[in-house]
């Protein structure tokens, strides 16, 4: 069974920069495109930002491009979400998701993924 755990959110300041971390176990994970969706309250899951099995492919929101990367280790099954110029439209709960699938590609839609960790608050003030 996959589990992922995110870690890394906090209370920070506009402007300021974050490191979100996902461990993920249970499986062949390093093998499944990744992705980090946000969730404020009253609102859908949105996506964040991809990355394919291999790191070679990314996606991002239109809102996050730019400040945001995406990244993974695959050889310890993290993947992280660093995020830059932090705004307070940027607080939301953090998930790291994976898409349990061999077709390469980054699905933008929450309910392309499969499973999903158990979130992370992220809060920014003005």
């Known amino acids: 069974q996959v589990q992922l755990v995110e870690s890394g959110g906090g209370l920070v300041q506009a402007g300021d920069s974050l490191k979100l971390s996902c461990a993920a176990s249970?499986?062949?994970?390093?093998?499944?495109?990744m992705g980090w969706f946000r969730q404020t309250r009253g609102k859908e899951r949105e996506f964040v930002a991809g990355?394919?099995?291999?790191?070679?492919?990314?996606m991002y929101a239109d809102a996050v491009k730019g400040r945001f990367t995406v990244s993974r280790e695959n050889t310890n099954s993290m993947v992280y979400l660093q995020m830059n110029s932090l705004k307070p439209e940027d607080t939301a709960v953090y998930y790291c998701?994976?898409?349990?699938?061999?077709?390469?590609?980054?699905?933008?839609?929450?309910?392309?993924?499969?499973?999903w960790g158990q979130g992370t608050q992220v809060t920014v003030s003005s």
């Open positions: 998701a994976l898409r349990q699938s061999l077709i390469v590609e980054i699905p933008i839609m929450a309910n392309e993924y499969e499973y």
């Open positions: 249970g499986g062949p994970v390093s093998t499944y495109t």
């Open positions: 990355v394919t099995w291999n790191g070679e492919r990314t």
